[in-house]
C-alpha cells in the first residue's frame, strides 16, 4: 500500500518567469531542463500574463528567472517572505533588483549600470555547492556574468565569485531555510545547469534528488589510425617505436591498466582506416577485400573492450554535403558493415559515435537504414543543432526511436574546464560522458602557434618525463579527481548508461514530507542524493525501502546517497522540527501526488 498521501508535503519547485523579458527566456528553459534530468518537478508561472497568482502551499521552492521583479505585487512580495520564513526556499537564478525583496536576498543595491568589467570567471570559496567544491573557471573559459551593482548583505553566505573574488551568488538564512541570489546571467547557459540543481539544494531545508549513476568513457578511433612518424617529443620518450608499436605496445596496455585501476568500462569506436574508396578502386582493389596492414586490429583481440561501437568510415561525417549522394553514403556504411566482423569487433554495433560530432538527417537516416541494430547516437552536448551536436540526453530530434547520450567533456587534461562540466552533469543527472582519441597525444600547435584547439595543447609527452607531466599521467589525475569527488559513480558502457538514463527520464517520482519523514516512490534500483541541511536535522534515524551506499558533509549540511531496494521508500530523521513545519503549514492545502512530468 503506498504511502503517500493529501497530508504529505511534495517537493515542487515554481519558476517565476516574464515572457517579455526575452533575455531571461534562456534562463527558465535551462532551469526546467534541469529540473527534468533531475526528476524535479515544476511549475512555471509568467508575470506577464493576466493569470492569478499561484497558491505557494503547493511548492517546496520558488525560483525567479527574470530581471522584471518590480512586476510583483505587494501582497505577491508579502506572500513570498512568509513563504520562506514558513520554512519553503527562495532563489534568484537570474540577475535582478529584487525590488520589495532585497532583504530576503540579502542584496544591497547601488545606482549604478551594470557592472562589466573584472567581472569574469568563477569560483566556489565554500561548500555550500559541494559538486563544485574547489573547481574554477578562467574568465576567458565561460560567458560573463553580467552583474548589476550589487553587493551581498555582510550575514550572507558567498556562494560564487569572479576569478577576483567579487560575489556573485550568496544565500541569506531566513527561518528555517535560505533564500539563494544569482548576480549573474550564468546560470543561463547549459553548462550551468548542476548550479541550478545544487541551488535548489541549498535553499530547501531538505532535498531529493534522483540520479542515474553512470560514468561513461568513450575511445574514439579505436583501434588507432596512427600513420606516419610520431613527433619529435614522442620519438625522444620511445626511439625505437613506430606508431604502430607504439599504439599498440605502450598505449593500449597503459590505458587498460589505468581502467582497471579506476573501474572504467571503456567503450571503443572503430573508425576502420583513411584510405578513400576511389582510391582502392583506382588501385584495382575491391573494397570489401581492403584491410589495413600491420597489426593495427590485433588490440580489439587482445584486450576485448567492453563494448564497440560504430565510428563511420574513413571517419568522413555522415552530412550529406560530404557525399555525392544518399546512395554512396550508404554504401559506404556497407563496407563498414562487412569489415566489423572480419576484424573482430564482434556483434554488430548498438552504439554510434559520429565522426567530427556531426551529422544531418538525411546520414542518421542512412544509419539507422544499413545498422537497424544501433539505438544509441553520442554525439556532443554542446554546439550547433543544425550540425547533429547540441543534443539533450533523450530522443534524437531527426529520428525520435534512436537515443542520444551526448558527451559533454573529453581530453586526458585534468583541466577546471572538464571538472566543471563533469560536476554539473553529475549534480543534474548523475551521469558523466567523457571521450578521448588514442593520437590525442599527436595533436599539438605547430611551432609559434597558438594552442587554441589542440588536443595536446602543450606538447605534453605520453608518460611524465623531466619535470612535464605527461597525458597518462594528466588522465590518471582526472579520474582520480572524479572518484574522489563522486565516490559513488559506477562506470557503464554506452549501451548500458543510455538504457539507464532512458529509464531515469520516464520514470515516476513522488518524493513528500510528513513530520520527521521523508516518503520517496521510484523504480527500484534507482539511486537517491537526499541532502539535509543545518543544525542537527542531519541524522538518518531509519530506513525501509532503501539502503545507504555514501554518506559525506559539512557542519552545514549531510548528503545521503540512497538506493532504492523497493519501488516505495521511508527515510526517518531525527529533530526535524523545521519539516513538521512545512508539512503543517500545507497539510490541508495540499493536493492529490502528481508524478514528475
Avoid at 154 to 175: D, F, H, Q, S
Wanted: net charge negative; hydrophobic share 40%.
Amino acid at each position: 500500500m503506498s504511502t503517500m498521501g493529501v497530508d504529505m508535503s511534495m517537493q515542487r519547485v515554481l519558476i517565476v518567469s516574464d515572457a517579455s523579458d526575452t533575455p531571461a527566456r534562456l534562463a527558465v528553459a535551462n532551469a526546467q531542463a534541469a529540473f527534468r534530468c533531475a526528476r524535479i518537478e515544476h511549475d512555471v508561472f509568467d508575470l506577464s500574463a493576466n493569470t492569478p497568482w499561484p497558491d505557494l502551499d503547493e511548492y517546496t521552492a520558488v525560483f525567479t528567472a527574470t530581471e522584471n521583479l518590480d512586476r510583483l505585487a505587494p501582497d505577491h512580495v508579502a506572500a513570498l517572505v512568509g513563504f520562506v520564513e514558513a520554512g519553503g526556499g527562495i532563489a534568484a537564478i537570474y540577475r535582478a533588483r529584487p525590488s520589495g525583496l532585497d532583504s530576503l536576498f540579502g542584496v544591497i543595491s547601488g545606482n549604478g549600470p551594470v557592472a562589466i568589467a573584472g567581472g569574469g570567471g568563477i569560483r566556489f570559496p565554500g561548500q555550500a555547492l559541494p559538486a563544485f567544491e574547489g573547481v574554477q573557471l578562467a574568465p576567458e573559459d565561460m560567458i560573463g556574468h553580467a552583474s548589476l551593482d550589487q553587493i551581498p548583505h555582510r550575514r550572507a553566505e558567498i556562494l560564487a565569485t569572479t576569478w577576483y573574488g567579487k560575489p556573485v551568488a550568496w544565500a541569506m538564512p531566513v527561518g528555517r531555510a535560505r533564500a539563494a541570489y544569482w548576480n549573474s546571467v550564468f546560470l543561463s547557459e547549459k553548462r550551468a545547469r548542476g548550479l541550478i540543481i545544487q541551488t535548489l539544494e541549498v535553499v530547501q531545508p531538505l532535498t531529493v534528488v534522483p540520479c542515474v549513476n553512470a560514468g561513461v568513457v568513450q575511445i574514439d578511433d579505436f583501434p588507432a589510425p596512427l600513420v606516419g612518424r610520431l613527433p619529435d617529443f614522442v620519438r625522444e620518450e620511445f626511439p625505437t617505436l613506430s606508431p604502430e608499436a607504439f599504439y599498440s605496445d605502450v598505449w593500449c596496455p597503459d590505458m587498460f591498466r589505468l581502467a582497471e585501476r579506476f573501474g572504467l568500462k571503456y567503450s571503443c569506436f572503430c573508425v576502420f582506416d583513411y584510405v578513400e574508396r576511389h582510391e582502392l578502386e583506382a588501385a584495382g582493389i575491391d573494397p570489401a577485400d581492403h584491410r589495413p596492414s600491420g597489426d593495427a586490429f590485433t588490440p580489439i583481440e587482445r584486450y576485448r573492450p567492453p563494448e564497440m561501437g560504430l565510428h563511420g568510415y574513413n571517419h568522413q561525417s555522415l552530412q550529406l554535403h560530404d557525399w555525392t549522394d544518399v546512395a554512396e553514403m550508404k554504401d559506404a556504411l556497407r563496407h563498414a558493415k562487412e569489415l566489423w566482423a572480419p576484424f573482430g569487433c564482434g556483434a554488430l554495433p548498438v552504439s554510434y559515435v559520429p565522426p567530427n560530432n556531426q551529422y544531418d538527417a538525411a546520414g542518421i537516416h542512412a544509419l539507422a537504414e544499413v545498422f537497424p541494430g544501433i539505438r544509441v547516437i553520442s554525439g556532443s552536448f554542446f554546439g550547433r543543432l543544425e550540425d547533429g551536436a547540441n543534443r539533450e540526453f533523450g530522443p534524437e530530434p531527426w529520428k525520435t526511436d534512436l537515443f542520444c547520450l551526448p558527451r559533454t567533456t573529453c581530453g586526458y587534461e585534468c583541466t577546471d574546464e572538464v571538472l566543471f562540466d563533469s560536476a554539473s552533469q553529475l549534480a543534474t543527472l548523475g551521469v558523466w560522458t567523457h571521450f578521448l582519441h588514442p593520437d590525442d597525444l599527436l595533436d599539438v600547435p605547430e611551432p609559434g602557434a597558438l594552442p587554441v584547439g589542440r588536443r595536446n595543447p602543450h606538447n605534453r609527452p605520453w608518460r611524465s618525463r623531466k619535470g612535464v607531466q605527461g597525458l597518462l599521467n594528466e588522465a590518471a589525475a582526472l579520474f582520480s579527481s572524479i572518484v574522489g569527488r563522486f565516490p559513488w559513480l559506477t562506470y557503464r558502457t554506452t549501451a548500458e548508461a543510455a538504457d539507464l538514463v532512458r529509464e531515469h527520464l520516464s520514470s515516476s517520482w513522488t518524493i513528500g514530507f510528513r513530520d520527521n519523514s521523508v516518503s520517496i516512490a521510484g523504480p527500484e534500483g534507482s539511486l537517491i542524493r537526499l541532502r539535509v541541511n543545518r543544525g542537527r536535522s542531519r541524522r538518518l534515524n531509519g530506513l525501509s525501502g532503501c539502503d545507504c551506499v555514501h554518506k559525506s558533509g559539512t557542519q552545514d549540511h549531510t548528503v545521503y546517497l540512497l538506493r532504492m531496494t523497493a519501488c516505495e521508500a521511508q527515510v526517518r530523521l531525527s529533530h526535524t522540527t523545521w519539516i513538521a513545519g512545512i508539512a503543517k503549514r500545507i497539510r490541508h492545502a495540499r493536493p492529490p501526488a502528481r508524478k514528475a512530468s
